[in-house]
């Protein structure tokens, strides 16, 4: 397992459409994070799993969002009803907790989301 | 409200020379910060952490300095080098590692 991996790389859709995203997270790794960025800014948390549950949820993740972590390992995050808001790049990350409390987290490549 | 900032979006410094990255948050609550290193097309790789409790954390030719009472972080880099050149993140997180807050970045070019 050489890292976190997502797919599709890209996505084009138009505006109404639902697209879903996967991420395959590290395999040892219990947490798994799903962020949004734009054009000159930083990540956006949207929502996090530890194991298969959701703990977390941003006020930025709209009832069009969900996302699913079955059985702790991979996870999806579906977009129904796009716009063209929506468009940007989604990320994925995990990241294995410690008693440390060390919170490295390991990016994915990102998926491209592009609404026409 | 931005609670990470980075209020300078690029920075440039010859080869060899030391870069300095800054990074202020307000929330005073962060009790981890990391440094996030972004190259095109990619994403975000892990460069180094620091925990509240210290003050200067240590990789190599990547030093963090963290003053709790300033709500203050940077990034020495040095010496710098052409492989360097990226964006730089800044993250503060809270809540045992739930909630991260990314600042909106840093580029660095490092001119040979």
């Known amino acids: 397992d050489t890292g976190v991996s997502q797919n599709p790389r890209h996505k084009i859709t138009k505006r109404g459409q639902n697209v879903t995203f996967r991420c395959d997270p590290i395999?040892?790794?219990?947490?798994l994070y799903w962020y949004r960025q734009t054009l000159g800014q930083g990540p956006e948390f949207l929502t996090y799993?530890?194991?298969?549950?959701?703990?977390?949820k941003s006020r930025l993740l709209s009832d069009r969002f969900s996302a699913e972590r079955p059985k702790g390992s991979f996870s999806t995050l579906e977009i129904q009803r796009t716009e063209q808001g929506d468009s940007a790049m989604y990320l994925c990350?995990?990241?294995?907790?410690?008693?440390?409390?060390?919170?490295?987290?390991?990016f994915g490549p990102g998926t491209r989301l592009t609404v026409t | 409200d931005q609670q990470v900032k980075q209020n300078s979006p690029s920075l440039s410094v010859q080869e060899g020379r030391i870069s300095i990255l800054n990074c202020d948050y307000t929330?005073?609550?962060?009790?981890?910060f990391l440094w996030y290193k972004k190259y095109p097309a990619e994403g975000p790789t892990f460069l180094i952490s620091?925990?509240?409790?210290?003050d200067k954390n240590e990789d190599g030719r990547f030093t963090v300095f963290l003053n709790k009472s300033a709500k203050h972080l940077s990034l020495h880099i040095v010496p710098s080098q052409p492989g360097d050149s990226a964006v730089y993140f800044c993250?503060?997180?809270?809540?045992?590692?739930?909630?991260?807050?990314f600042g909106p970045g840093t580029r660095l070019s490092v001119l040979p």
């Open positions: 799993f530890q194991n298969e549950a959701q703990l977390e």
């Open positions: 929330n005073s609550m962060f009790d981890y």
């Open positions: 993250a503060a997180v809270n809540n045992y590692g739930q909630n991260f807050v």
């Open positions: 990350a995990s990241s294995l907790e410690t008693s440390g409390g060390s919170y490295e987290q390991y």
């Open positions: 395999s040892e790794h219990n947490r």
């Open positions: 620091i925990s509240s409790i210290k």
